[in-house]
């Protein structure tokens, strides 16, 4: 199976509880359904003003025992597991929110959110992903903790973690997806561990006050006395707890011999959800922790960023497109020899991107430079302003009942020639809201990463009942 190529949201709104690992507070945790290019982002409904924030690695504050993020004074902390069951569902665009400071850990791993998340179902939306494809080897090492991860070139999302703590109980560990589809079935149930010798550190740092052993694994790696468990049971507040020489505290049966690698990989795709993109490459990770996790996820987001300045829309012509030939005759009113795009790889409220197979078989060639054939300037305006069209008419129920016409062009440019067998992709972006059916945009065309053609467009939406 293959990566979804559009983006998804989920159909209705769920629900679901728990307290919090670390503060130990109860938090109500909503997901709701999100318009295209929206990303994942949480609300603390019990803050004035509901304030708003992003799922993005900059607004990483704390990594010291999960992953907080923080905006306009706001925190959300513990969104690893969240992250990870939207990545593994292929969610992109949902808002969260939470009446608390906290993600409820509920039993640790991510199985309780896939659940809530299936109830509410997948959507597909009208916008394709926008992977980023690791187009060369990318790698982050922190010499003190002995962290190596890369990403490397792949068509796919793949990982792989090794985990070596120099632990008689757990060894050396590793764990991996080659599908993150499998992300379900092989990883969300995993939990979050720790070992005992941390866990008075932690509740004397005021943490863990929401831990239980239904909500974690602790790994003991050393021979407790009796009165270490009596003080251990006082601190998690049961009657008592117990453990075989070496091994988990009240002997609990882990999930897979594997868990504590399989509950790090989960980490790291939660985590590396804060790039802010999917990804397709193949993930490699020794000894991975929350801070190096971010840290990466950091890198690759530069590395994004970098790539965003070119400005040119992504064209993969092996995806399927947002509207192909069928829709667009659906809704734009053009037909042969004057219908000028071939199918609309992206749309959204804002933005539009369309393709032009330029061919030798074109009628216009015929007539214009049939020695020398070059694409006529003003076909290459048409071809834009059909683009525009389509924007414009996303944004009404029923496209077929309007009309759009061309109004003006301003600083148009026209900086290399468009030939046979060239593949023109258009994109136009609204520069204001739409008002009074007057739309302005602003259109560029490009022929592999060569910007040909660029300029303001102005269009009106018309009733043809009016």
């Known amino acids: 199976m293959r990566l979804n190529h559009k983006q998804q949201t989920i159909r209705k709104s769920v629900t679901l509880s728990g307290v919090g690992l670390h503060t130990g507070v109860q938090t109500n945790?909503?997901?709701l359904p999100?318009?295209?290019?929206?990303?994942?982002?949480?609300q603390r409904i019990d803050l004035p003003g509901m304030p708003i924030i992003d799922a993005d690695c900059d607004r990483v504050v704390d990594v010291s025992r999960g992953t907080t993020i923080e905006q306009s004074g706001a925190r959300v902390s513990t969104i690893e597991?969240?992250?990870?069951?939207?990545v593994g569902l292929?969610?992109?665009?949902v808002l969260i929110q939470l009446d608390g400071p906290e993600a409820p850990i509920m039993d640790g791993s991510s199985i309780q959110f896939v659940n809530v998340l299936k109830e509410a179902e997948t959507e597909e939306q009208n916008a394709l992903r926008d992977f980023y494809e690791v187009q060369d080897s990318i790698f982050y090492r922190e010499t003190a903790r002995n962290v190596e991860i890369a990403a490397l070139p792949l068509d796919d999302y793949r990982v792989t973690v090794m985990i070596d703590y120099n632990s008689p109980v757990l060894g050396s560990q590793h764990a991996s997806i080659t599908n993150i589809r499998q992300f379900e079935k092989e990883i969300a149930s995993c939990r979050t561990f720790c070992f005992l010798h941390e866990l008075e550190m932690l509740y004397k740092n005021n943490l863990i006050r929401g831990g239980d052993l239904n909500n974690a694994i602790v790994i003991v790696d050393r021979v407790v006395e009796n009165h270490e468990l009596e003080n251990i049971a006082k601190m998690l507040g049961k009657p008592r707890v117990e453990v075989k020489k070496e091994g988990i505290l009240n002997n609990i049966e882990l999930r897979y011999n594997?868990?504590?690698?399989?509950?790090?990989?989960?980490d790291i795709i939660g985590d590396l959800a804060l790039a802010g993109r999917p990804l397709k490459a193949q993930i490699l990770a020794a000894r991975p922790g929350h801070a190096a996790n971010v840290a990466f996820a950091r890198k690759l987001k530069k590395l994004m960023q970098e790539d965003d300045k070119k400005g040119r829309p992504k064209y993969n012509p092996s995806l399927p497109p947002v509207m192909d030939i069928n829709k667009i005759t659906s809704t734009l009113p053009h037909r042969y020899p004057f219908l000028l795009i071939d199918k609309v790889i992206y749309l959204d409220s804002e933005t539009v991107a369309c393709v032009k197979n330029v061919t030798f078989n074109e009628p216009f060639f015929q007539g214009h430079f049939p020695g020398n054939p070059v694409m006529p300037g003003v076909l290459q305006v048409e071809a834009m302003v059909q683009t525009g069209g389509i924007l414009v008419l996303n944004t009404v129920p029923d496209p077929e009942n309007y009309w759009t016409?061309?109004?003006g062009i301003e600083n148009f440019r026209f900086r290399k020639m468009v030939l046979p067998g060239d593949t023109l992709v258009i994109q136009c972006d609204l520069i204001a809201p739409i008002k009074r059916g007057i739309a302005k945009m602003y259109g560029r065309g490009y022929v592999g990463n060569?910007?040909?053609?660029?300029?303001?467009?102005?269009?009106?939406i018309v009733r043809k009942d009016s």
């Open 450 to 460: 060569s910007l040909v053609c660029e300029g303001s467009m102005t269009a009106s």
């Open 405 to 407: 016409y061309f109004l």
């Open 81 to 86: 597991h969240t992250l990870a069951a939207l």
């Open 258 to 266: 594997n868990e504590p690698a399989r509950h790090k990989l989960l």
């Open 29 to 31: 945790m909503t997901f």
């Open 90 to 93: 292929e969610i992109d665009n």
């Open 34 to 42: 999100a318009k295209p290019n929206h990303g994942i982002k949480f």
